[in-house]
Antibody, heavy 120, light 107 residues
C-alpha cells in the first residue's frame, strides 16, 4: 500500500524559507505514470494546489506562488521536497503531499499533512 | 485560471437522505473533474474522477455526473460516515484548482 509522509519544521519565521519533504513508501517515485504534488490548506479554509514534479525533475507550479516555490525530487531516497521562500502569516497552513496521475492530474494518495505556522 | 464554484457551501441532512452538491467551472473542462471527501483532521480522499468514475473502494451510493461547466456529486442515501466536507477539483488545465467546499452536516 502506497504511503506518503510529510516532514519538516512546524514553525517558520516570517521572511524565511519553509522546507518540507515527502517520503514515499510502498511504491517508486520513479514511476513514469505519476506526478507528485504539494497542496496546502489554511486553517478552516479550502485547498490550494502549490505545484507538482515528475521523477525526471519536470515541474509545474501555481502561478500565484511560482516566484517563491521550488519543488525538487530525490529518486534515490524516494522523496520529493518543497521550498517556499519569503513566507508570511498567509502561508500558515496544513501542507499535504500527494500522488497525482500523470495523465489525469487527480490526487489519489495523500499524506496525513503537516501544519506549518509562520510566526516570529 | 479556471474558477470552481461549489453550491451550497453547507447542507444539513439526515441519515438516509439524498444529497446533491453542485460544482460549476468558469470555463469548459470537458469531464476533467474530481470529487474529494475530507473529514476533520484527515487528508482529502478521492471519491470520483473523470466526472463520473467511482474510485476503487468507494461505496456505490456516491455518484458523479456532468460535463463542460456543470457537475454534480450525489449521495443516494446519506450514511453517518458521510458527514464531511466535499471538494471538487478541475484537472483540465494548470493551475489545478479546487472548489471552496461543501460541508454536509447532521440535521
Amino acid at each position: 500500500q502506497l504511503q506518503l509522509q510529510e516532514s519538516g519544521p512546524g514553525l517558520v519565521k516570517p521572511s524565511e524559507t519553509l522546507s518540507l519533504t515527502c517520503t514515499v513508501s510502498g511504491g517508486s517515485i520513479s514511476s513514469s505514470r505519476f506526478y507528485w504534488g504539494w497542496i496546502r490548506q489554511p486553517p478552516g479554509k479550502g485547498l490550494e494546489w502549490i505545484g507538482s514534479i515528475f521523477y525526471s525533475g519536470n515541474t509545474y507550479y501555481n502561478p500565484s506562488l511560482k516566484s517563491r516555490v521550488t519543488i525538487s525530487v530525490d529518486s534515490s531516497k524516494n522523496q520529493f521536497s518543497l521550498r517556499l521562500s519569503s513566507v508570511t502569516a498567509a502561508d500558515t497552513a496544513l501542507y499535504y503531499c500527494a500522488r497525482q496521475g500523470g495523465a489525469t492530474d487527480y490526487f489519489d494518495y495523500w499524506g496525513q499533512g503537516t501544519l506549518v505556522t509562520v510566526s516570529s | 485560471d479556471i474558477q470552481m464554484t461549489q453550491s451550497p457551501s453547507s447542507v444539513s441532512a439526515s441519515v438516509g437522505d439524498r444529497v446533491t452538491i453542485t460544482c460549476r467551472a468558469s470555463q469548459g473542462i470537458s469531464s476533467w473533474l474530481a470529487w474529494y471527501q475530507q473529514k476533520p483532521g484527515r487528508a482529502p480522499k478521492l471519491l470520483i474522477y473523470a466526472a463520473s468514475s467511482l474510485q476503487s473502494g468507494v461505496p456505490s451510493r456516491f455518484s458523479g455526473s456532468g460535463s463542460g461547466t456543470d457537475f454534480t456529486l450525489t449521495i443516494s442515501s446519506l450514511q453517518p460516515e458521510d458527514f464531511a466536507t466535499y471538494y471538487c477539483q478541475q484537472a483540465n488545465s494548470f493551475p489545478l484548482t479546487f472548489g471552496g467546499g461543501t460541508k454536509v452536516q447532521i440535521k
